[in-house]
């Protein structure tokens, strides 16, 4: 037998664990025998969230986390009854004969859409407040990408039920997709799986959408996370400039934690009331053969895309494709644009273009949703 | 560093070029057929052999006057078959070709509902987005059946 003193308990160890007479000190004294990690969990002990007039930010990031741990549980249990090869009936089975099966749906459906609303609002705070510029470039980098899968876990997701509404506004998205320059057709073909919306189309949205997306997105998350553990949390500059006695700070783990799990269930009880209040509905069957239904349109995250797409008709359709890449495109160079602390004319200048694109991006959200 | 150190270092690196090629070799050689397995798989013709396609969900009796009119499909593509005023049976594929929704036909034009595209009973696009006018398929009927077939491009149309 190797002898356990291989890893001895650190000495700060012994002042910081629970008293050794007791269940807990005699637990994480066995482990760090085992697993000496000790300096990873006096990191993260340390780890600390600055109070001040905008903190109520930092919890966002969590509750998106939140919304998306209950996709897993409501899309696991949705896996179960869902057929790709029968797609609208399981769905309807799922609606009308399994119990709490409609519950379970419009929950999946309603915190689908939080979870893009928070991210979105997520972004923007981390944006306004500047917690991009070095050395939390990487931590940007992977929350735009996470935006981004959580979009295609959108747009994947909205077919799977196979109504009439899901196959056009289907159609229509890949249809305005395979606009775009170069790999735009390809990708569209890819994505369906031959020329049109078929049932091909959906084993290859399903395949994406139950697994291989889930797994960058928790690939992703796994990164961003340990970046912000790393790193902790950025700081605005306002609180940057108080003087040292008057900067206070909150214990990550478990003072910030904890105060997060009321807001985790107000936001559960929130989930059931609208979906039971606004359950998700069923349209009839897609029929590839029908005529369109009235009222198609993409979820409410893709109305400003398709707005601005609308409004470069025909030829000039390439400026709205342009603005689509180019949107992007900014945000992503923002961190290696405006990267002085404390602020300065760069920064004050990406400051207004993110204000400009926030405006922007809620006029078109609105405008295509009345038009 | 000595001699030795520097032979071994060349010959560790020259270890590693080999792995890494043979590696990139084999995920090159796997990655083929990978990409063959998902790539899009072609549509059938609609048109069989003899050149037309049994339309389905419209029967001969149901487009006898002019004005009836009904969405249906040939092969795995949708359709509209429509009576025209002039007494002669019209069809067109029934894909917008703004963004690809089914249009319907209302008796007096085609109307695309997704985003108000609008063509007359030619398939000409005269109002909305749609930038070019719907594809015409030649068609024919028997007693039980309605067929189409592919129009020649420059017949414009004419059947």
């Known amino acids: 037998m190797e002898s356990l003193d291989k890893y001895p308990i650190p000495e700060n160890a012994e002042q910081k664990l629970p008293s050794e007479d007791k269940v807990p000190g005699k637990i994480s004294r066995m482990l760090l025998q085992r697993y000496p990690v000790w300096p990873i969990v006096d990191h993260l002990s340390e780890k600390v969230v600055p109070q001040h007039n ?29 057929k790709p090869g029968a797609p609208w009936q399981s769905v309807q089975r799922i609606v009308m004969e399994v119990p709490f099966g409609n519950l379970i749906r419009s929950i999946h459906h309603w915190s689908a ?16 407040m500047k917690a991009y510029r070095p050395p939390r470039e990487g931590t940007w980098l992977t929350g735009l990408a996470l935006l981004g899968v959580t979009l295609l876990f959108g747009f994947s997701g909205y077919l799977l039920p196979w109504d009439d509404l899901s196959f056009f506004a289907t159609r229509v998205g890949m249809e305005e997709a395979e606009k775009a320059p170069l790999i735009g057709h390809y990708i569209g073909q890819l994505a369906k799986g031959g020329p049109d919306v078929s049932l091909d189309t959906l084993g290859r949205f399903y395949v994406l959408h139950v697994f291989v997306i889930p797994l960058v997105t928790m690939f992703i998350i796994g990164i961003h996370l340990f970046f912000v553990q ?26 910030f934690m904890f105060a997060e799990i009321p807001v985790w269930l107000v936001l559960a009880v929130l989930l059931v009331f609208l979906s039971a ?10 029929d590839p053969f029908a005529a369109a239904p009235e009222g198609i349109k993409p979820e409410w995250y893709f109305l400003s895309q398709f707005q601005l797409l609308k409004i470069f008709p025909g030829s000039l359709e390439f400026v709205g494709m342009m603005f689509l890449t180019l949107i992007p495109m900014l945000f992503l160079v923002t961190p290696f644009f405006d990267r002085s602390v404390p602020t300065d004319n760069r920064g004050r200048l990406v400051t207004k273009i993110g204000f400009l694109i926030l405006l922007g991006l809620i006029v078109f959200t609105i405008w295509g949703g009345l038009s | 560093m000595s001699d030795k150190d520097k032979s071994t270092d060349k010959s560790k690196r020259k ?4 792995i890494g090629g043979l590696s990139l070799i084999w995920v090159g050689g796997a990655a083929y057929p990978i990409a063959r397995y998902l790539s899009p ?8 052999e003899d050149g037309r396609a049994v339309v389905e969900g419209i029967v001969p009796n149901e487009v006898v006057k002019p004005g009836m009119g009904k969405n249906g499909g040939y092969g795995n593509r949708g359709l509209i078959v429509f009576r025209h005023p002039d007494g002669k049976l019209r069809a067109f594929d029934s894909k917008c070709t703004h963004a ?5 036909f209302e008796g007096d034009k085609i109307f695309c ?15 909305g987005p749609p930038p070019r006018p719907l594809t015409e398929l030649g068609v024919e009927e028997d007693e039980n059946s309605i067929y189409v077939y592919r129009l020649p491009r420059d017949e414009d149309g004419e059947v």
């Open chain 1, 54 to 82: 905008h903190s109520v930010w930092y919890n966002i990031g969590g509750i998106a986390l939140f919304f998306f741990v209950v996709q897993i549980i409501t899309g696991v249990l949705l896996m179960i009854y869902y």
């Open chain 1, 113 to 128: 859409n939080l979870m893009v609303l928070s991210l979105f609002i997520h972004m923007f705070s981390t944006f306004f």
């Open chain 1, 230 to 255: 790393v790193q902790g949390v950025s700081e605005p500059d306002s609180f940057r400039r108080l003087p040292k006695e008057k900067r206070k700070y909150h214990k990550f783990f478990t003072e």
């Open chain 1, 277 to 286: 209040a606004w359950p998700r509905a069923l349209m009839p069957e897609a």
């Open chain 2, 15 to 18: 270890f590693l070029f080999t």
């Open chain 2, 41 to 48: 798989q072609a549509a059938p013709d609609p048109f069989g």
């Open chain 2, 100 to 104: 690809g929704c089914n249009v319907a």
């Open chain 2, 113 to 127: 509902h997704c985003h108000g595209g609008t063509y007359n009973l030619e398939g000409k696009n005269i109002a």
